[in-house]
């Protein structure tokens, strides 16, 4: 996503000091922090109860899971500004397990899901999503964003005559849509009024001062499930230590670590595009499964990085650890005292929120570009969005990065051709252009006549390289066609990394203290086994 439109979705910057880093310090920044922190707790709760409902597991667990998850990653994760929480990428996965073996199988799953994910933390596991394309993650951006819009309907339904869940007709279709559409009025004028308090802070308070002023029936917060509770306590699952259980959880577990990781790493690149930060992938690994063991001992349904919410947090200014603290702190002082006030809250105010972090997460530059990129890339944003809306997450981002891989793969392989010239000696010299890899070994051996070539042939490698162990088996068995010919091989210009492949492999190249400074290789006769000089 270009940083002009990422810098879009972040809003104001602000107070910064001399050296340009926040000051949490500062009075201006401790309200914008504490206020975003009270925006994105209201948007938290709705989303955690309606995520336990997916789980199959009641209200309390998954708000649990918000509450543990976002305040521990908020102190230790890798990126400040980032908020974690249940998820529903990881409940439609958990229903299963829940519903077959119940939820105390889910809290050890939890346990071994975090442990899973410290140890990719320690084995910096994080650096490999370097390699996600960037049109892989236009189609995260864009399929996530159609996601949470698709979750905002089920809003829009009620209880019919018949206990059946059906769509809203008539006058409470109307007002829903209308209390939605205030809400994102407020949202969208407020930033130009005053920057005093977050936009989506500002339309919530005033369609629920609206709808509870004036008694109009609107679906509620309450109307959900009831938010109330204690502090959640310490609690070992009551499991059966077997390896009949060890079978049931750790798959679970393990898909669950890399769903998790791969959102959590994802919404920690896109956060660090807006906020202008880096690094942290491996810390944000290792507080996520921090935060998902001790989560699975006090009774939660474990969680990873939340990109709406965290898309609220920094729209609304957000930037230190502090608003992903206080809004976990907020969420916990819901549960416990003030939860007849936030269950008044109306639906159509959270939902309006969420609409607007639509708006600000697709990324709307993908619907000019499409036309200009080249068609593979197209493919593959497309293909990401569709499956991240119809499949989930983790599936599509490996989907488009196989995709993108064998694209460049096949492209590459594609590209390997020679220019060929006969010096006055009489031997033909042939110029390797390309990579020599798995891929284009077939048309490697294309550029070859062993029967009709001269007695002398020099293949120059100067603008090629050899990659893998299928590259040296192709060079390999061109050199014994042309042994079988009597005639002689010459391999000239292998760089260093190629000579170390070919050493390595204990083929064709040895050390030579001939070797050039500059990184290439000297001559090397196949037929003879002999070394020329130096280039």
Same mark, same amino acid.
């Given at each position: 996503?270009?940083?002009?439109?990422?810098?879009?979705?972040?809003?104001?910057?602000?107070?910064?000091?001399?050296?340009?880093?926040?000051?949490?310090?500062?009075?201006?920044?401790?309200?914008?922090?504490?206020?975003?922190? #009270?925006?994105?707790?209201?948007? *938290? @709760? =709705?989303?955690? %109860?309606?995520?336990? $409902? &997916?789980? /199959?597991?009641?209200?309390?667990?998954?708000?649990?899971?918000?509450?543990?998850?976002?305040?521990?990653?908020?102190?230790?994760?890798?990126?400040?500004?980032?908020?974690?929480?249940?998820?529903?990428?990881?409940?439609?996965?958990?229903?299963?397990?829940?519903?077959?073996?119940?939820?105390?199988?889910?809290?050890?799953?939890?346990?071994?899901?975090?442990?899973?994910?410290?140890?990719?933390?320690?084995?910096? #596991?994080?650096?490999?999503?370097? *390699? @996600? =394309?960037?049109? %892989?993650?236009?189609? $995260? &951006?864009? /399929?996530?964003?159609?996601?949470?819009?698709?979750?905002?309907?089920?809003?829009?339904?009620?209880?019919?005559?018949?206990?059946?869940?059906?769509?809203?007709?008539?006058?409470?279709?109307?007002?829903?849509?209308?209390?939605?559409?205030?809400?994102?009025?407020?949202?969208?004028?407020?930033?130009?009024?005053?920057?005093?308090?977050?936009?989506?802070?500002?339309?919530?308070?005033?369609?629920?001062?609206?709808?509870?002023?004036?008694?109009?029936?609107?679906?509620?917060?309450?109307?959900?499930?009831?938010?109330?509770? /204690?502090?959640?306590?310490?609690?070992?699952?009551?499991?059966?230590?077997?390896?009949?259980?060890?079978?049931?959880?750790?798959?679970?577990?393990?898909?669950?670590?890399?769903?998790?990781?791969?959102?959590?790493?994802?919404?920690?690149?896109?956060?660090?595009?807006?906020?202008?930060?880096?690094?942290?992938?491996?810390?944000?690994?290792?507080?996520?499964?921090?935060?998902?063991?001790?989560?699975?001992?006090?009774?939660?349904?474990?969680?990873?990085?939340?990109?709406?919410?965290?898309?609220?947090?920094?729209?609304? /200014?957000?930037?230190?650890?502090?608003?992903?603290?206080?809004?976990?702190?907020?969420?916990?002082?819901?549960?416990?005292?003030?939860?007849?006030?936030?269950?008044?809250?109306?639906?159509?105010?959270?939902?309006?929120?969420?609409?607007?972090?639509?708006?600000?997460?697709?990324?709307?530059?993908?619907?000019?570009?499409?036309?200009?990129?080249?068609?593979?890339?197209?493919?593959?944003?497309?293909?990401?969005?569709?499956?991240?809306?119809?499949?989930?997450?983790?599936?599509?981002?490996?989907?488009?990065?196989?995709?993108?891989?064998?694209?460049?793969?096949?492209?590459?392989?594609?590209?390997?051709?020679?220019?060929?010239?006969?010096?006055?000696?009489?031997?033909?010299?042939?110029?390797?252009?390309?990579?020599?890899?798995?891929?284009?070994?077939?048309?490697?051996?294309?550029?070859?006549?062993?029967?009709?070539?001269?007695?002398?042939?020099?293949?120059?490698?100067?603008?090629?390289?050899?990659?893998?162990?299928?590259?040296?088996?192709?060079?390999?068995?061109?050199?014994?066609?042309?042994?079988?010919?009597?005639?002689?091989?010459?391999?000239?210009?292998?760089?260093?990394?190629?000579?170390?492949?070919?050493?390595?492999?204990?083929?064709?190249?040895?050390?030579?203290?001939?070797?050039?400074?500059?990184?290439?290789?000297?001559?090397?006769?196949?037929?003879?086994?002999?070394?020329?000089?130096?280039?």
């Amino acid at each position: 996503m270009p940083r002009a439109t990422l810098a879009a979705l972040a809003g104001r910057l602000p107070f910064t000091g001399r050296d340009g880093n926040l000051s949490p310090f500062n009075p201006l920044t401790l309200k914008t922090e504490l206020l975003s922190g #009270l925006t994105v707790a209201l948007a *938290l @709760v =709705p989303e955690a %109860v309606a995520f336990a $409902f &997916v789980a /199959g597991v009641h209200p309390l667990v998954g708000l649990y899971a918000a509450f543990m998850v976002g305040l521990i990653t908020s102190v230790f994760g890798g990126r400040p500004g980032m908020i974690s929480g249940a998820t529903g990428a990881l409940a439609v996965v958990m229903v299963a397990l829940v519903a077959q073996h119940g939820v105390e199988y889910l809290f050890a799953t939890v346990v071994l899901m975090g442990v899973f994910q410290i140890l990719a933390g320690i084995f910096r #596991l994080g650096k490999f999503m370097r *390699l @996600v =394309p960037h049109p %892989v993650m236009l189609g $995260f &951006v864009n /399929g996530l964003a159609i996601v949470i819009f698709l979750a905002q309907l089920s809003q829009f339904k009620h209880a019919g005559a018949d206990g059946a869940t059906v769509w809203m007709t008539g006058s409470p279709l109307i007002m829903m849509l209308g209390l939605v559409v205030v809400t994102m009025a407020i949202i969208w004028v407020m930033p130009r009024i005053t920057g005093a308090i977050p936009a989506p802070l500002a339309g919530i308070a005033v369609v629920a001062a609206l709808v509870i002023g004036f008694g109009i029936d609107v679906p509620r917060v309450g109307d959900l499930a009831s938010i109330e509770g /204690g502090l959640p306590s310490f609690h070992l699952p009551m499991i059966p230590l077997t390896m009949e259980t060890l079978e049931i959880i750790v798959p679970y577990a393990l898909i669950l670590a890399a769903i998790g990781l791969i959102e959590s790493l994802l919404t920690l690149n896109l956060v660090g595009e807006i906020t202008g930060e880096r690094g942290g992938a491996s810390r944000e690994c290792m507080a996520q499964g921090a935060a998902n063991v001790v989560t699975g001992f006090f009774g939660g349904m474990g969680g990873c990085a939340m990109i709406g919410q965290s898309m609220i947090n920094v729209k609304s /200014g957000g930037r230190t650890r502090l608003s992903g603290i206080s809004a976990a702190l907020f969420l916990l002082a819901f549960i416990l005292f003030a939860s007849s006030l936030i269950e008044q809250i109306p639906l159509a105010a959270l939902v309006g929120v969420m609409f607007m972090v639509v708006i600000g997460t697709f990324a709307w530059q993908t619907l000019k570009i499409m036309r200009r990129i080249p068609l593979t890339d197209a493919m593959v944003i497309v293909l990401v969005t569709v499956v991240t809306v119809f499949s989930d997450l983790a599936v599509a981002v490996v989907v488009g990065v196989i995709v993108s891989a064998l694209a460049y793969a096949w492209n590459n392989a594609t590209r390997i051709h020679a220019r060929a010239h006969v010096t006055p000696e009489g031997a033909r010299v042939l110029q390797i252009e390309g990579p020599l890899f798995f891929g284009s070994t077939d048309g490697f051996a294309e550029l070859f006549n062993p029967a009709d070539d001269p007695q002398t042939v020099i293949v120059d490698f100067m603008n090629s390289r050899v990659v893998d162990q299928s590259a040296l088996q192709a060079i390999e068995d061109i050199a014994a066609k042309y042994e079988a010919q009597g005639k002689t091989l010459v391999l000239r210009h292998l760089s260093h990394d190629c000579h170390r492949l070919l050493n390595r492999a204990g083929q064709l190249m040895v050390d030579s203290d001939d070797d050039p400074d500059y990184g290439i290789a000297v001559d090397y006769s196949v037929k003879t086994g002999a070394f020329g000089g130096g280039h």
